[in-house]
């Protein structure tokens, strides 16, 4: 304030004579102002006559107001930078029936209140005889936040047409790369290609960011009582217009007339439907200076671009979350906004987004889809768009869900169930889990009520190719019957779901499952001449069997083929390697960046025609979305070529975005307008399968598959709520929460919380060793074997304290050989093959060993 009250020309008072009754009054009335001593009224008064801006500055945040016969703020600065700089910068606004008023034009002065920490706007009144509104608002200054409250009382309650507390507008759409929301989706802008269009979702937070630049800015709301939603739309004037609403009644998109769905639109017009009036409102909207560089980033990644990396998982992989509530693998900017239900890799996705509000907002989701897109009987509707117009006549819901034109594409039901399995594995929410068993239950077994012969795989809605129907996301190829595409889907979601249920206390479900998935996987590696999908002649597996027993898709589909091999179906490790080493080779002679979805072409009448002549579309077309299938798939042979592709596709999204469908088999060019989130999967694999990053329910599970140039990757990972380290070099892996680190050189499984220590030998979900303490500790796994265990702790502070360790799954009431530091002595196992001990070692660095006699 006493800058303002100072600067020449502005508040600063005229020169007085101080000795004078006059000077001396003057310099008094001065004092209380700025000593807040002095009424708000005439502190007000004065700041009214002598000019019309005011600044708030609170930590890395400038905000230059504009009072007087209009009412904005003018300008914002981040960190210097400044964001918005104009008239119209930030300001309120509503529409009623055709006309718009805002609190640029006012109707008497406004009136500024100055304070310390908290300032106020007052006399904010504007619109006409027919509707008014008296607004005032508040600057709180919090922390490092910047709070402005937004007060409102309307002369009557009439239905608005638009209303927004604020609008915001950046100087340009450049200034920022997107908006992450609440929920873990993003606004990205630069799929905003023409101007204007607008974007909205239902959110209570944004999070601006710029790839190239650290300064960020985060906008909260709060509207008690009060859904919100937000709209980003570019300009005609190549601006960012960000604005808000708030309704105590649902807010619902205006378009179209039907289905009130669209969420994003070309052109002019208002996004959102018309909303009841209210006598007052009242909204809150909290600015935070962000540092990005800090907030994303993943940690040193040496062997690939790091930059890209994390740039293809902040944009590409979260484009297919359209709301709060629609998560899926199509842009939002898709024409009419579809969702897959059958794709299985949603979930997924979080393991490489590693955002907290992606895992929380899709478990809302799938909250919503068990609730809405599940039939009475257990199907699971394929879909979701803004519009009914790709749905089968008669095929849809209220809430938007549909069965597709092309078929009943049946990998919808495994899908949602590997889904969830997956995400509880993301979250460890044992709550979440049991509030989606029934659910999982009832559409698991309405597909495994599909295998009507009772030879282990489920059949198809369709009998055969001539009804010109598909079965699964390849959804313009006529697969019938017994389809290899939706029975390996189905497989991945029996073996995950098993553990589920074991985990919640129902044994007998999980038998079930494990002998149903047991049985598909005998048929499902059988010949064809035997009812299996294994082609002796071609060396792959096939697509589909028709119900009279011809066989169709035997031109190497590529997604069938990784998802056997991947998810464990195959697992005989020659004939892996003859798929491998066929699909290399042919991708050598072609000279492909990527794998296309077929490596020959489908016959005719196998699919629609225009398919035809190979290549075209999902007949030889390369579809980024199977990249962590085919990942996973060559990591376990030869990473270095899973590794190729993964820089394929870095490299790819530095010359365009990744922001195509498909690209085309001839020339790979990007192709397609509808934008796949799946472009992204290949990064996903780098993650999971090279990386060997596996979040699991109880354990990070570490299981890296390594090249020689990715040694001294250090990886930044949030694991359920805990910031952990990864250190990766081929033999060398290792886990750090802060204060223990594990070390070993083969995978394992590790988790921590509070003093407590959790070790997994290998892939094993029990157990192995917990360890006990509150020292700062480095723990080397040398050898663990049921003849032997040996570990090494080094202590990280300089100062040895007491560990106490609980070794697990020994033979029960067995003698063994315990040694510290070379001093032996004999221990024996309790009736549950645990030895538990408490050391206090008297050198930095101890070697523990327990052998068996």
Known sequence: MLHYLLKPGKFCPKP????????????????????????????????????????????????????????????????????????????????FRDKTYTSLHLLGQALVVPGKDRTVIDNINYGDDELSVKETWTFLKKREQLVWQIARKFSKIVPLTATSTPVINFKSIKIWDGAFQGYGGLAWFYLFTNKPSSYGIHSQTSRFWNSRNPDGLDVSVSAAGNQVAMTYKYTAEDRLSYSIVSSPQGIKPLMDKDTHRRLFIRGEGNLWAPLPGVSQSNLSVMFKYADNNARYDRGHLVGVNGDQ????????????????????????????????????????????????????????????????????????????????EDAA???????????????????????????????FDLTGDNTWIRGQQKACEKTLDWILNRD?????????????????????????????????????????????????????????KAEYYAAFAAKLKERFNKPTSRGGFWDEKNNCYVHWRDKNGTIHGRNMVTPVNFMAIAYGICDRQERANQILNSIEQQM???????????????????????????????????????????????????????????????????????????????????????ILAGNSLAIVGLYQSIYGVNPLYNRLYLDPHLTSELSRTVLRYRYHDQDLKIKLSPGDYGISDGRIEVRAASKFGFSSSGNQLNYFNGDSENLAMQ???????????????????????????????????????????????????????????????????????????????????
């Open 309 to 388: 990396v994390s740039a293809v998982l902040n944009t590409i992989a979260r484009i297919g979350v359209i709301d709060s509530l629609h998560y899926g693998g199509n842009s939002w900017a898709t024409p009419y906004g579809p969702i897959c239900l059958h794709e299985q890799y949603i979930a997924q996705l979080g393991l490489g987004i590693n955002d907290p509000a992606y895992l929380k907002g899709y478990q809302a989701c799938l909250d919503f889809y068990r609730d809405h897109a599940i039939k009475a009987d257990g199907r699971v509707y394929a879909r979701w768009a803004y519009s009914n």
């Open 16 to 95: 007085m004579v101080f000795n004078s009754f006059f000077g001396k009054l003057a310099w008094l009335l001065f004092f209380m102002v700025i000593t807040n001593n002095i009424p708000a009224f005439a502190a007000a008064n004065q700041l009214q006559r002598s000019g019309k801006t005011y600044v708030i500055e609170n930590g890395k945040i400038k905000l230059v107001l504009n009072f007087g016969s209009g009412a904005s703020v003018v300008s914002m600065a981040l960190n210097g930078r400044k964001v918005i700089d104009a008239h119209d910068g930030m300001f309120t606004s509503l529409s």
């Open 588 to 674: 050598q002679q072609e000279k492909l960046f990527f794998w296309p979805l077929t490596m020959s072409s489908y016959e005719p009448g196998e699919l629609r025609k225009d398919q035809l002549p190979f290549p075209n579309y999902e007949n030889g077309d390369l579809f980024l979305s199977w990249g962590a299938v085919g990942v996973a798939a060559y990591s376990r042979y030869q990473p270095q070529i899973a590794l190729k592709y993964v820089k394929n596709v870095l490299q790819q999204y530095g010359k365009d975005g990744l922001a195509f469908q498909r690209y085309s088999r001839k020339d790979q060019s990007g192709q397609g307008d509808d």
């Open 771 to 853: 360890v006990t303490g509150s020292c700062r500790y480095k723990l080397t796994i040398n050898s663990w074997t049921n003849k032997q265990k040996t570990w090494v702790v080094n202590f990280l502070n300089g100062k040895t304290q007491p560990l106490t360790f609980h070794v697990k799954e020994l033979k029960p009431s067995t003698m063994y050989s315990l040694a510290i530091n070379g001093k032996v002595r004999r221990v024996k196992s309790d009736s549950k093959g645990s030895i538990a001990f408490t050391e206090k070692p008297s050198a930095s660095a101890c070697k523990i060993s327990i052998t068996a006699f």
């Open 452 to 508: 009507e012969n009772h030879n282990g795989l489920v059949e198809m809605m369709n009998d055969n190719q001539h009804e010109q129907k598909s079965s699964d996301w390849i959804d313009i190829v006529w697969a019938s019957y017994e389809n290899a595409f939706v029975n390996a889907k189905l497989y991945y979601a029996l073996t995950k779901w098993v553990k589920i249920e074991k985990l919640l206390g129902n044994p007998a």
């Open 393 to 423: 006549p008669g095929q849809f819901n209220k809430y938007g869900f549909y069965e597709a034109q092309w078929g009943t594409l049946m990998d919808s039901n495994p899908d949602y169930v590997s889904n969830v399995s997956d995400l």
